[in-house]
């Protein structure tokens, strides 16, 4: 079955950085997009951004746009997000998912992992 595991929250200061990584099975790793969803305290999922299969071809949601970079090794079957310059409104619970396909002005996903928490505070 399908398991994507994140790994990497902790608690960060304003301005530091941090990486989250997310471990793929149970499918084909490299045949489908993947994406990173967030979601803060008391509010809804924000889609954070989005990869290719291949990894060539990425896109970020506005608010996270120049501070953090998606990236992925299909060798390993591991998705990755690298954080920088992270602000307190980035405190959430992030998730790994397949997919993401934008329909419509939705996003849709597959399978999701157990979230791993990040919080930006001083």
């Known amino acids: 079955q399908v398991q994507l595991v994140e790994s990497g929250g902790g ?19 490299s045949s489908y997009a ?18 290719d299969s291949g990894g060539d071809n ?3 949601a506005d608010s ?10 299909n060798a390993k079957n591991t ?10 409104e980035d405190t959430a619970v992030y998730y790994c998912a397949t997919q993401g396909t934008l329909l419509a002005g939705t ?11 990040v919080t930006v505070s001083s």
Request: with cysteine.
């Open 11 to 29: 608690l960060v200061q304003p301005g530091g950085s941090l990486g989250l990584s997310c471990a793929a099975s149970g499918f084909t790793f």
């Open 34 to 51: 993947m994406s990173w969803v967030r979601q803060a305290p008391g509010k809804g999922l924000e889609w954070v951004s989005i990869i």
């Open 58 to 60: 990425t896109d970020y």
């Open 64 to 73: 996270v746009k120049g501070r953090f970079t998606i990236s992925r090794d």
């Open 79 to 88: 998705l990755y997000l690298q954080m920088n310059s992270l602000k307190p």
């Open 107 to 117: 996003r849709h996903f597959g399978s999701w992992g157990q979230g791993t928490q």
